[in-house]
């Protein structure tokens, strides 16, 4: 081996180890000056080949050219590491920042703690109660007949026995509405009372941007020996009135509910126009709830006595309040994760300072049944 081959053997593992060593774009770039640039001592070494016989001119010249190229493409797999290695902490960087940053309230929670509020201030206690559900808690004792068609499996998402340790007859709850016989044992009301119940509810729904197969309801109850429909639509107004910062009327239209009788659908007037508008579809008129008078049969499952005592239900949906409040046209939005989407309530202020999603105090009817799985 000639003097210059050993050199080029000895540069070769000196350049390939410092290379490597490089941890940073400062170090590499002095590295490349130093081994593969203009004056570095790869370009030197070929720089004296010209002092060789041709014979080793040839040899020694191929060996130190292959040697520049394969060190010139470890510098670029280097540049790469290092690049995007400073890429990641910059991400990792980031993500600091954001969670120092803390959150925010989702928009349906933001939504629930106002129905909460005003519910609360109108002497409503708040109940809540399980979302897997006894078919008799969510269809029998509300008064609906066998033949439904709600309570097939293609409009309710039943329980496998198998993955509840054989317990039968369990649902995901289609509505709010078993805590209207929930909350009246759990909490051993007698008239007069009034309960409010938000929750979420399952339903096998084709998912579009109107319908979600898990949304949210709240459910009203309120029994005593006089409670009219007048009663029923003057709270009602007021919640709506309160709840958008506007003179709001509500109509009624008949409509069919087993567990009421009369039963009716809740229009409330448009808060957005005077003359029609997108949001009303220009009807000037929005459907907010399901509502009726409690049925006999439901208030005798009550052990309430229907000769002597009369009330109302209701039934709304609170990420129907939140999209009409907030001007979001597609349900599907909440679930999405998006947080370009969520980011925009970050400014929103909660309904009242120190009102809680939850508030323990309320909670009289906390337990108002516990799942049976
Ligand atoms: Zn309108």
């Given amino acids: ?114 129905v909460h509020e005003i519910f609360s201030a109108m002497g409503f206690i708040i ?46 709850r289609t509505q709010t509405s078993p805590m209207q016989i929930r909350s009246v044992a759990a909490m051993q009301l007698h008239p007069p009372f009034s309960v409010i119940a938000p929750g979420r509810v399952f339903r096998k729904e084709k998912v579009d941007a109107t319908h979600e197969s898990t949304f949210h309801q709240f459910e009203g109850l309120s029994i005593s020996e006089t409670t009219s429909i007048a009663d029923f639509k003057s709270v009602i107004e007021t919640f709506f009135s309160a709840f958008f910062h506007a003179d709001v009327v509500i109509r009624l239209r008949p409509s069919y509910f087993p567990f009421v009788e009369p039963g009716f659908e809740v229009d409330m007037s448009c808060v957005f126009c005077k003359d029609g508008c997108r949001v009303c579809k220009h009807t000037k008129w929005i459907e907010v709830m399901g509502a009726g008078m409690v049925h006999p049969n439901v208030l005798k499952n009550m052990n309430i006595d229907p000769d002597k005592y009369q009330g109302y239900a209701f039934g709304g949906a609170i990420d129907r309040l939140a999209m009409i409040q907030y001007g979001i046209n597609d349900i599907r939005l909440f679930w999405s994760g998006d947080v370009r989407f969520l980011r925009q309530f970050d400014r929103v202020i909660p309904a009242k300072a120190g009102i809680q999603v939850d508030p323990p105090s309320r909670r009289a009817g906390v337990d108002a049944g516990s799942s049976p799985a």
């Avoid at 559900?133 to 293609?154: I, M, Q, S, W, Y």
């Fill in 127 to 172: 109940a809540d109660g399980p979302e897997v559900e006894e078919v008799k808690f969510n269809f029998d004792l509300l008064n609906t007949p066998a033949e439904h068609p709600a309570r097939g499996a293609g409009d309710t998402f039943m329980v496998d026995p198998m993955s509840v340790n054989g317990a039968e007859d369990l649902v995901l």
């Fill in 1 to 114: 081996m000639t003097k210059i081959q050993q050199d080029l053997e000895d540069l070769t593992q000196k350049a390939t180890s410092a290379l490597i060593a490089c941890e940073d774009a400062a170090a590499l770039e002095a590295w490349r000056v130093a081994y593969i640039g203009r004056s570095g001592l790869i370009p030197g070494l070929l720089r004296n080949i010209k002092d060789l016989s041709d014979e080793e001119k040839r040899t020694v010249g191929s060996a130190a050219n292959a040697l520049k190229r394969e060190l010139e493409e470890k510098y670029q797999e280097q540049l790469h590491v290092i690049e995007k290695g400073a890429s990641t902490r910059g991400v990792q960087a980031t993500n600091c920042k954001l969670q120092a940053g803390g959150g925010h309230l989702h928009p349906l929670t933001l939504t629930l703690n106002r």
